[in-house]
């Protein structure tokens, strides 16, 4: 649910991000010339990696579940107290049949 909704998120900016970049080359090409386009690119890019340092966070030996819980919204349909187990649900079925 949430990897299906990130990689269209991911292919999406990415292709606005490709579209911008062949936009505005000519422009830059133009006015600050190779060595500055190719500058400004760096900078685009180490601009990046700092912001992603800072705000992605560390999924070192997490398994893929792991990684869909960090962005998951946590729902709680029942309140802090109440908690549903199986073999509550399991009871009820039981005495269901029993009542029947």
Not at 44 to 71: H, R
């Amino acid at each position: 649910a949430v990897r299906g909704s990130a990689t269209s998120i991911t292919a999406f900016l990415r292709s606005i991000t490709v579209f911008l970049s062949i936009k505005i080359f000519p422009s830059l090409l133009s006015a600050f010339g190779i060595g500055g386009s190719f500058f400004t690119c760096a900078v685009v890019c180490f601009s990046a990696v700092g912001i992603s340092y800072f705000t992605v966070p560390e999924t070192k030996g997490m398994d893929t579940v792991g990684l869909e819980n960090i962005y998951k919204k946590k729902e709680c349909r029942y309140g802090p107290t109440t908690q549903l187990s199986i073999d509550s649900q399991a009871t009820t079925t039981s005495e269901t049949r029993n009542l029947v």
